[in-house]
């Protein structure tokens, strides 16, 4: 088969648009634009569930400006403005698009005495489409090839995980290979009930991190319920999600057999009220539900079911075998470029001893277009997460912990205190973002650790449909360990990548 005619057939069906959004938790700078267009917006958008249900509202679809420049031609558009492949009925009744993801990351970590080679190579695709306009769905899946910095290399080997991407094999004498994939299906059943059923993840709050729900973990499979009333004031969703502990789920394997892990199911439910256009409160109860039995089988009660928020906080306190966490937050918007917003998370209080152990709190505030310059961000924000807080109650590794995949559902880096610093800056299609964290870390009850995160990159944006850019950035960790008597773990990872930027990777812990 002759190619050109294939390739002349694609450019003729890509016509010129804004980029259209990806509903997957987007990379944290990516969505900036999005953020800031929403932010903008004086009615009853709910902006702290994510993914965004497209259906409620278009300002969702917002990503970034096209800009004028390389709309000269086909080709041009092709390379960088749309989407690789974009197909539309004549009608419009039906719509596909197509773009690939991949990262070529190579680097050195200056620090490491070992001169370790370093490099990422991630190839996959990512595609979007609508039938009608009642139905969205979404699919994903990459394949990755890494050689990581001490310190991820350490926690891939502890947790048995690379962060966020699921498990991994050896790969070529100290790298690993790891794939993973997420997609769903959108249905909108009614102009105010939405149902979604898919297999990703989800993060609530208008932070960098969220004590309640993050994107910091594994992809799970999940069916989720959305509501609105009152012409969009309040938001309703429930989430029925199944989740994995990384032990056995029997105390015997079969000969021939793949292995399987232990189940456990999850329910979160949230409550979004926008009390005015300025104010936001927001209401969560997570249920993290009895393991799997000896033949993982799930042996769930009908309140598994139950879509009321606090129903089993009610039946079964904060401190059951079924786990129950609950949190609150409010975002308050100061002005059209600038938002506070707070979170606080309870879990187990009904021992008077653990007072203070079991319970977390965020501050936090945005700036749009700060100091009167366009498309200049900054973030501040504030985490602190007690000793005892996301913790099974029955205190065993086959556990009903707020854990996935043996990684954080919530706060991802662990139990402690932490300050974090965003700074964006874009130019056209040039950009500069910075990001800092400080952590304090409680290792046990005696022991704790600081650690320091700097990541920086400049780049430019060659594509803004998918995200693909050009970068050159320096990741800078450091990490004391108190009452140990162990030398500063330290990174200095310098690396240049071309890469599709559309979902977060949680390196900074």
């Known amino acids: 088969m002759k190619l050109k005619p294939l390739i002349f057939f694609f450019v003729l069906i890509i016509h010129s648009i804004k980029a259209q959004y990806y509903n997957l938790p987007n990379d944290y700078f990516f969505s900036l634009f999005t953020e800031k267009k929403l932010a903008e917006i004086n009615n009853n958008i709910h902006t702290n569930l994510k993914p965004y249900i497209p259906f409620f509202s278009k300002k969702y679809l917002y990503v970034t ?27 419009e009744k039906f719509k596909l698009q197509l773009d690939p993801i991949l990262n070529l990351e190579i680097g050195k970590d200056f620090a490491d005495t070992l001169n370790n080679k370093l490099y990422t190579n991630t190839r996959g695709f990512i595609g979007s489409g609508q039938v009608g306009d009642k139905v969205y769905f979404e699919s994903m899946f990459v394949e990755n090839q890494s050689f990581f910095p001490n310190y991820i290399n ?32 959108s249905i909108q059943a009614s102009k105010n009930f939405n149902i979604q059923f898919g297999h990703g993840k989800h993060k609530i709050g208008a932070g960098y991190r969220s004590l309640l729900l993050s994107d910091n973990s594994f992809n799970y499979p999940y069916a989720r319920f959305t509501q609105q009333w009152f012409k969009g004031k309040i938001q309703y969703t429930t989430i029925y999600a199944v989740l994995m ?25 949230y409550l979004s009220l926008n009390i005015t256009k300025s104010i936001n409160l927001g209401f969560f109860q997570g249920t993290m539900w009895q393991v799997g039995d000896k033949k993982n089988q799930q042996n769930l009660s009908w309140q598994y079911f139950n879509p009321i928020i606090y129903s089993n906080l009610a ?47 965020q501050l936090g505030l945005t700036y749009f277009d700060a100091l009167g310059i366009n498309n200049l961000f900054f973030q501040i924000e504030y985490n602190a997460v007690m000793g005892s807080s996301y913790k099974s109650p029955t205190n065993i590794v086959s556990d009903q912990s707020f854990t996935h995949y043996n990684q954080p559902l919530a706060f991802s880096p662990g139990i402690g205190t932490e300050l974090v610093a965003l700074s964006d800056y874009r130019w056209k299609r040039f950009f500069l973002n910075m990001k800092y964290n400080y952590l304090i870390k409680e290792i046990d009850l005696k022991n704790k650790s600081n650690t320091t995160n700097f990541n920086a990159k400049i780049g430019y944006l060659i594509n803004p449909s998918y995200n693909l850019s050009f970068s050159i950035g320096i990741n800078y960790h450091s990490q004391n360990f108190y009452n140990f008597g162990l030398l500063n773990n330290q990174t200095n990872y ?16």
């Open 65 to 91: 400006d096209s800009h004028s420049l390389y709309k000269n031609s086909a080709l041009s558009k092709f390379i960088f403005l749309n989407h690789a492949i974009k197909i539309e009925s004549p009608t």
């Open 154 to 185: 350490s926690s891939a080997k502890l947790n048995l995980v690379i962060p966020g991407q699921g498990r991994w094999k050896s790969f070529n004498g100290g790298g690993y290979d790891y794939a993973f994939s997420s997609g769903f299906v």
């Open 245 to 269: 502990n990384l032990v056995p789920a029997s105390l015997i394997q079969l000969p021939n057999t793949e292995r399987l892990f232990q189940k456990k199911a999850a329910s979160f439910h």
């Open 315 to 361: 039946a079964y306190n904060l401190n059951h075998t079924n786990n129950v966490l609950i949190g609150s937050e409010i975002k308050i918007k100061l002005s059209n470029k600038l938002n506070t917003y707070s979170q606080i998370m309870l879990d187990d209080l009904s021992d008077t001893s653990k007072i203070g152990k079991s319970w977390g709190y």
């Open 494 to 509: 310098v690396y240049f990548s071309l890469k599709t930027n559309l979902y977060n990777q949680y390196y900074d812990f």
